[in-house]
Every structure is written in structure tokens, then in C-alpha cells.
């Protein structure tokens, strides 16, 4: 079963003191000149582990069904049809369906603002937060009263619908061989810089091409390639420089115990230099990992396997 299920989880929004400026006692109008910062925090694991509790609750009373061993993740958020909502807080949301950072993603603005408090009068400003699982949002809502406002204004619960799909890993790498160049799978794992995505490229032999295999079960989710690269025939695996001598040329699929981070995605990386920085390159700031070079004792250009990382928040 790999269908999309919906469920409901809960935030709120608080309207906070800003400032309280008493001008009462005073014939003149006075200018209140303030700086307001508008910011936001996402923590994606926060988030998720929220969600997942929720699906799993849901699905132990019978409310929803789940694949039993997948991980679920968000495709779409929003606030429920009847609450107020803002330009922040819906981009917050939208961040929940996008590629997991495992950091803290935050931002912040800072502005002023000028505020006339009249004679004889007091001036109140609030402004609105958001709080959901993971998530802080100071918003561009103010509100000015001349009064303080009662406690059943000050905080309003907001329902946020999800719907969610099982999340897809790789679970192994099948060798492809052909003799054409037009026999190129049509999945392959591509060249993250647009180069060739033949692995034996420039060295003869086999046009070689490598295609994932996926799965929705977390047990069955790969956390790793390991590279080898030795003199002896391995006949458990396939050769990645098939037909063009040398060394033979292995992708080892790796399943580490104890893991909550699998590979979501796969590219290769070819570059005529030695490539050390892949982190700062490709998927910035996201959790992956690669192999060494590929191509590693013979001429030609660097090769890489390169991988996301995705957490896992099995039901």
C-alpha cells in the first residue's frame, strides 16, 4: 500500500506585547519610533517526529491505515480553511514538503516603524507569532489597542491539514552493460554537471550505467556504497569497468544497524580535478555521502557516487 493519507495536527498563534506606551498625562502627541525584527525557525526533525507520533497514534485507533515499516513524510501543508493565515507562516509550511535540512533553518528581518500616540491617550502594539511543531514565525500582523487585550485574545488554536505518502529509499544499484550508446536506461543515475553518465566513459569496453532500486521499507534502506577497487574477480558483484582491463570495480550496497539517515538520492559527480569539496557543491548544507574515485588508478577524468541523505521515522 503506498496510497496518501491525511491527518490533522495542531499550532497557534499568540499576539505578543510589543510595547505599551502611556501618554495620558501628556497635552502633546509624541512619535514612537520602534525596530520590529520578522523572523522565522524550522527544525525539519522536530517536525517530523510530531508528524510520525501522530500517524502512528491514528493508525494504532484505526482513524488511518499505513504501510507498516515505511516512513511517511509531508507533500502538502496548510492551515485549515477558516483561521487567518500569512505570506510566513504558508512558506513555512511549504518548507515542510521540501528536501530535509538536519540544521535549523531560520531567517530574520528588521524593520521600523513610526507609531503616533495623540494626547491624552495610550498606545498598545502587539504582534503576531506562529507556533507550530518545529516551527516560529514572527509575522508582519501588528495590532494596536488602547487597552490591554482580554486572555481569550491573546492565543487562537489553528488546525494545519498534511497529507502524507511513504517516503522512497534506495535499496540497491543494478549494473547495466550494453554495447550502444542508445541503450541507455532511461532511470540511470545522472552526472550532477550534465557529463557523461557512463561509467566506463573514455576507457572502451561496455558502455556501463548504474540504476537504483527503491523501496518504502526502512529495513530495506541503503545508508551507504562502499568502493572497491582490487585486482581479483568478485562474482557476487558486477564489474564497473567491464571490457576495459585493469582493476575490477565495485559498488558494495551497505546497510548500517542503527542508523535513522538512508540514501533518498543518487548522482554522480565527473570532473577533470580531484573534487574534495562535494558537500559545498552538491545538495549545500543537506546530509549525503560519496565514494572515492571511481576511476581511481587509471587515466582520465574523477568519478564520484555521490548521495542524499534522508531521516527516517519508521511506523
Excluded: C
Excluded at 494504532?60 to 513524510?73: C, H, M, P, R, V
Amino acid at each position: 500500500m503506498s496510497s496518501k493519507v491525511t491527518l490533522t495536527i495542531t499550532g497557534r498563534y499568540t499576539w505578543e506585547l510589543v510595547f505599551d506606551y502611556d501618554n495620558s498625562g501628556n497635552s502633546g502627541e509624541i512619535t514612537h519610533s520602534y525596530e520590529f525584527i520578522r523572523s522565522g525557525s524550522y527544525s525539519s526533525t522536530t517536525f517530523n517526529e510530531t508528524v510520525s507520533s501522530e500517524a502512528r497514534k491514528l493508525a494504532e485507533s484505526g482513524s488511518i491505515q499505513l504501510e507498516t515499516g515505511a516512513s511517511y513524510g509531508p507533500v502538502s501543508a496548510s492551515v485549515a480553511v477558516g483561521y487567518e493565515t500569512s505570506n510566513e507562516v504558508n512558506t513555512m509550511l511549504e518548507n515542510t514538503t521540501s528536501v530535509q535540512s538536519e540544521q535549523t533553518v531560520s531567517w530574520s528581518v528588521k524593520e521600523t516603524r513610526e507609531y503616533t500616540v495623540g494626547s491624552y491617550s495610550r498606545l498598545i502594539l502587539y504582534q503576531r507569532n506562529f507556533y507550530g511543531p518545529g516551527m516560529r514565525v514572527q509575522e508582519s500582523a501588528f495590532r494596536t489597542t488602547s487597552v490591554p487585550l482580554p486572555a481569550d485574545e491573546m492565543e487562537e488554536e489553528v488546525l494545519i491539514n498534511l497529507e502524507l505518502e511513504p517516503k522512497i529509499f534506495i535499496s540497491g544499484m543494478t549494473v547495466v552493460y550494453a554495447d550502444r550508446a542508445s541503450d541507455a536506461p532511461g532511470d540511470r543515475v545522472r552526472d550532477w554537471f550534465g557529463g557523461s553518465d557512463d561509467i566506463n566513459y573514455s576507457f572502451g569496453g561496455k558502455y556501463v550505467w548504474l540504476v537504483p532500486q527503491w523501496t518504502t521499507q526502512v529495513s530495506q534502506a541503503l545508508t551507504n556504497f562502499d568502493l572497491v577497487i582490487q585486482g581479483e574477480e568478485d562474482p557476487r558483484y558486477d564489474d564497473l569497468a567491464k571490457g576495459a582491463g585493469g582493476d575490477y570495480r565495485y559498488l558494495i550496497p551497505v546497510i548500517r544497524s542503527n542508523q535513522q539517515l538512508f540514501i533518498s538520492e543518487l548522482t554522480l559527480a565527473r570532473s577533470a580535478d580531484p573534487m574534495n569539496d562535494l558537500p559545498s557543491i552538491i545538495w549545500s548544507s543537506l546530509p549525503q555521502g560519496a565514494t572515492g574515485d571511481i576511476n581511481k588508478g587509471r587515466e582520465g577524468d574523477y568519478l564520484y557516487l555521490v548521495w542524499q541523505l534522508q531521516r527516517a521515522y519508521e511506523v
